[in-house]
């Protein structure tokens, strides 16, 4: 499948470790990448490659990918996470971005 | 620090042509950087609609490909985007990004750098 498929919606105690997870078979030949979207705001790369970081993301953040799936990994959750998580990849098209998981930090 | 900016007009009546531009600051347009445009409808999840290379290469979201036009202007270092018949259905938040891309391949991409966003709603 072009597609990338993400969980809709994943929830994690303050404090605990949460994965969110993307499929697609693109991701056997590109690496994902990950964005943080809040409310009314642009998305922002929190993720890229076999596991950047970009400046400012903090290190409990992290990526990996095995196979047909790529993984974020929130180690600690905090309440300024809660947001809605999007993978992205490159396929033969160009772009595709997986439809989007909303985190929600009880 | 690039920083992108989108512009145009903010409604669209159906089938006509929507038409929007994204001005680069704070960086060139002639990196090697792919030039891409996202779009977001309301309570929805993000959308490639598609990309433009510097030498004027394009690559488009195939099931938007037959209406989106996407263009360059290196003088003005700013590239543009047209989506024509549009319907309700184009109702969204539209935003200009860059996508970094390693190697021939582009096997690892990110989007490095995303404007404010503009809402364009199609409605008569």
């Known amino acids: 499948s072009s597609e990338l498929t993400q969980d809709p919606a994943v929830s994690v105690a303050l404090g605990q470790t949460v994965r969110i997870t993307c499929q697609g078979d693109s991701l056997r030949s590109y690496y994902a990448s990950w964005y943080q979207q809040k409310p009314g705001q642009a998305p922002v790369l929190v993720i890229y490659?076999?596991?950047n970081r970009p400046s400012g993301i903090p290190d409990r953040f992290s990526g990996s990918s095995s196979g047909n799936t790529a993984s974020l990994t929130i180690t600690g959750a905090q309440a300024e996470d809660e947001a809605d998580y999007y993978c992205n990849s490159r396929d033969s098209s160009g772009n595709r971005f997986g439809g989007g998981t909303k985190l929600t930090v009880l | 620090q690039v920083q992108l900016q989108e512009s145009g007009p903010g409604l669209v009546k159906p089938s006509g042509t929507l038409s929007l531009t994204c001005a680069v600051s704070g960086g060139s347009i002639s990196s090697s950087n792919w030039w891409s445009w996202v779009r977001q409808p309301p309570g929805k999840g993000l959308e490639w609609i598609g990309e433009?290379?510097?030498?004027?290469?394009?690559n488009y979201n195939p099931s938007l490909k037959s209406r989106v036009t996407i263009s360059v202007d290196k003088s003005k270092n700013q590239f543009s985007l047209k989506l024509s018949s549009v319907t309700a259905a184009d109702t969204a938040v539209y935003y200009c990004a860059s996508n970094y891309c390693s190697g021939g391949s582009c096997y690892s991409s990110y989007f490095d750098y995303w404007g404010q966003g503009t809402l364009v709603t199609v409605s008569s």
């Open positions: 433009i290379y510097h030498s004027g290469s394009t």
């Open positions: 490659g076999k596991n």
